[in-house]
């Protein structure tokens, strides 16, 4: 084609027969490269976008590979890219140089450089247009911070549930560890919760978090007068497990730091009931008589040594054991996990469910603030903060038709008058889950990722208030499961899983 142009040209330039073939002569040139080069322009973007999605291909199939080696990965995606094109790409018309595979965090960058050869622009003297190519896969948001909030209630002794909880959650573990290298960009923890939580971790607990009495007089009302409950503790020879009640309003719905007395916890101690009664936590032998209340009150009785001091009975119990910071150690986390179990009171009881406590403390946990301080800011645009939430029941307080009447929790016995009622237990129930869609907001509002697991749980208000709570997809589905039985939880987990391990072009 170009000799045959240049031929022209030529004769054209000998003709001296009219000024319209020396005027054609001159402005041919320019036509055929304004013409021509639109042909060559098309087929370099053609060629471009058939080469950016052949690396495509070739580096999600890198980053499935698991291969971790950059020359080696260098030596895969040559050869995937070369048996894709098979030579064909291009038409000896592309001049490639060879692929290069870089590591980035959570992916692989694929990059190469060369020119295609042109067909009509040589006549404006451009032989070569220039290919600068590069495409990166990752999986989603690169660096991960994911807590468990799992709900370790008495009732999830049925039905097989804590078994079932403890295979999924240790797979979900394995599924986001499975990867070489992603010990280096994934931290996990995990926050068993019953009514209350254990912040008692080791090596990452301060008693600065902690206020003893607490300024408010809700923090009294089971004492005849306010005390030290650390004191208690200590004249009954206990240790004190670590297990927190709500703060006051508002911040027991708020990560604010804790630098004052109402920002700062109060221990759990769930007091000594009084002696046959038919109450689930005695574990004092009763002094004097008098009323109930009265009887549960009295502060001078806890100066006895000896009480029984286990999860089932006695000051701590129901408080699960301690949450575990955001870590990569993964042989800590499945040990946890397969540590968990159901939490009841003595007699049978299951301690109320408290899911508010569970997501408030998971939240705090994912923060870069005190009380734990080990994620990374809100403004790390590579991280992905995740929260994954699940529980068998309803926010519980569970009605014993005594003075008390309801079991301990973390807001206090219901006649505390902490819930909206003294009373009324359903009342109390629907305060806390206001308290759930206060925090989910909150939560949400940071930029955290939210999954919520409800699992056999049929009061259509609590999966409402799950559904409501998660984060939506890109579709915007809700991350919300409803496991209707032990054998689909794993299921539900290892969707999770996949969802936060999809590898993706992020070019």
């Not at 003709?15 to 073939?21: D, T």
């Not at 600068?132 to 097989?160: I, K």
């Not at 708020?254 to 007395?261: L, N």
């Not at 909206?420 to 206060?438: G, H, L, Q």
């Amino acid at each position: 084609m170009l000799e045959v142009l240049s031929r022209a040209r030529e004769s054209f330039a000998r003709n001296n027969r009219g000024n319209v073939g020396i005027l054609f002569a001159f402005s041919a040139v320019p036509m055929i490269g304004l013409l021509g080069g639109a042909v060559d322009v098309t087929r370099h973007q053609r060629f471009e976008v058939e080469l950016l999605n052949t690396m495509d291909a070739a580096a999600l199939a890198l980053a499935r590979s698991g291969i971790a080696d950059e020359s080696e990965a260098d030596n895969f995606v040559n050869d995937y890219i070369g048996s894709m094109r098979a030579g064909e790409l291009g038409a000896g018309m592309l001049h490639m140089e060879r692929f290069d595979a870089t590591p980035i965090p959570g992916g692989w960058r694929v990059s190469s450089d060369g020119a295609m050869d042109t067909a009509f622009l040589p006549v404006v003297g451009i032989r070569k247009m220039a290919l600068d190519l590069q495409t990166e896969v990752m999986r989603t948001g690169g660096n991960f911070e994911v807590a468990l909030a799992l709900d370790n209630t008495g009732s999830m002794a049925s039905y097989g549930r804590m078994e079932a909880l403890r295979d999924a959650a240790g797979e979900l573990v394995d599924d986001l560890y499975r990867e070489p290298g992603t010990e280096d960009r994934v931290k996990m923890a995990l926050i068993p919760f019953v009514t209350a939580v254990n912040i008692r971790t080791p090596g990452v607990f301060s008693w600065d978090w902690i206020e003893p009495t607490g300024e408010d007089e809700i923090f009294h009302v089971n004492f005849e007068r306010p005390v030290n409950r650390l004191t208690l503790f200590n004249e009954m020879g206990a240790e004190w497990r670590g297990c927190v009640e709500a703060r006051i309003e508002p911040y027991d719905t708020e990560d604010t730091e804790p630098t004052s007395a109402a920002t700062r916890w109060v221990p759990y101690l769930w007091p000594d009931e009084p002696d046959g009664r038919g109450y689930g936590n005695d574990y004092i032998d009763q002094r004097g008589s008098g009323r109930d209340w009265e009887l549960l009150r009295d502060v001078d009785k806890y100066d006895v040594r000896g009480v029984p001091n286990t999860t089932s009975r006695g000051p701590n119990a129901a408080c699960a054991r301690p949450i575990v910071e955001l870590t990569n150690d993964t042989s800590r986390m499945q040990d946890e996990i397969r540590r968990m179990r159901p939490h009841n009171t003595s007699g049978g009881n299951s301690s109320g469910t408290n899911v508010a406590q569970g997501l408030a403390w998971a939240w705090r946990v994912l923060s870069p603030d005190e009380p734990y301080s080990q994620g990374v800011s809100y403004e790390d645009t590579s991280t992905t903060k995740v929260l994954v939430l699940l529980s068998d029941g309803r926010n519980q307080v569970v009605d014993n038709n005594d003075v008390t009447e309801s079991d301990y929790t973390g807001y206090g016995y219901l006649a505390a008058g902490r819930m909206n009622s003294t009373t009324n237990y359903r009342v109390a129930e629907r305060f806390v889950d206001d308290k759930v869609r206060s925090i989910c907001e909150n939560v949400k509002e940071e930029g955290i990722r939210v999954y919520t697991i409800l699992f056999q749980v049929d009061f259509e208000e609590t999966q409402d208030i799950f559904r409501e709570c998660a984060s939506t997809d890109d579709a915007g589905k809700p991350l919300y499961y409803y496991v209707p039985d032990a054998s689909q939880l794993e299921a539900a987990f290892a969707d999770i899983g996949e969802d936060l391990t999809t590898i993706r072009v992020t070019r």
